[in-house]
């Protein structure tokens, strides 16, 4: 289906994710889901690009008995509620100063290409 993705058997378009993210963060924030609502914009999009993601969990489950440990819902809101929990590492990510912490820890910084 154009526009959606999918995972642990969870097929969702795009903007339905979107949506559903900024529930979870307006509910967990305890603020206005207009206020997110508002932020999202729509772009022209290179034809065919960002379609459709898609993971097939069958073989790890098949071969590994690997199981989700969440399910969809309950994982986006523990993945929203840890990054509300770690803005520091947010912000050393929007910043790139995580760069100075490869350098110091393997040597150099990821190429940036």
Known sequence: MPGTTSGARNEWRNIDLVNTLLEVLAADKNESLDRYR???????????????YAIDCSRIERELGW????????????????????????????TGEYRSWLERNYGRAPDSG
């Open 67 to 94: 199981v989700p440990r969440h399910d969809f819902a309950s994982g986006l809101r523990e993945t929203v509620r840890w990054y509300l929990s770690n803005l520091e590492w947010v912000r050393g990510v929007r």
């Open 38 to 52: 508002k932020l999202i914009t729509f772009v022209k999009d290179r034809p065919g690009h960002d379609r459709r």
